[in-house]
């Protein structure tokens, strides 16, 4: 399983970023997909998921109405499209795979979620 996330970098408040995660090495239509974040000195958060099918998400209250997540199952791929971006969202952000097949909730449960990749920073500010 491998993960890769891109599309970090250093934007404004208010602004908006997309971050991509390029997924392979297992069949990536078949799993939930979610997104984390880790604050510095802060553990680390579910902040969006997404079912295999595409058709239910979920969010974090601190996130809900400024993020979205979908995800593209030809190219293998999950994005987070991140808009009016707050101070508090700096974090390094992190895609991960679900644990099981066929997982159509988006389950916010950590515990659902098995593999991580590296991740991308975020940070936020002025």
């Known amino acids: 399983v491998q993960l890769v996330e891109s599309g970090g970098g250093l934007v404004q408040p208010g602004g908006s970023l997309r971050l991509s995660c390029a997924a392979s090495?297992?069949?990536?239509?078949?799993?939930?997909m979610s997104w984390y974040r880790q604050a510095p000195g802060k553990g680390r958060e579910l902040v969006a998921s997404?079912?295999?099918?595409?058709?239910?998400?979920n969010y974090a209250d601190s996130v809900k109405g400024r993020f979205t997540i979908y995800r593209s199952n030809a190219n293998d791929t999950v994005c987070l499209q991140m808009n009016s971006l707050k101070l508090d969202d700096t974090a390094v952000y992190y895609c991960?795979?679900?644990?099981?097949?066929?997982?159509?909730?988006?389950?916010?449960?950590?515990?659902?979620?098995?593999?991580w990749g590296q991740g991308t920073q975020v940070t936020v500010s002025s």
């Open positions: 090495g297992f069949p990536f239509g078949l799993f939930a």
């Open positions: 997404i079912g295999y099918g595409g058709g239910s998400t």
């Open positions: 991960a795979k679900g644990k099981r097949s066929f997982q159509t909730t988006a389950t916010m449960d950590p515990y659902d979620y098995d593999y």
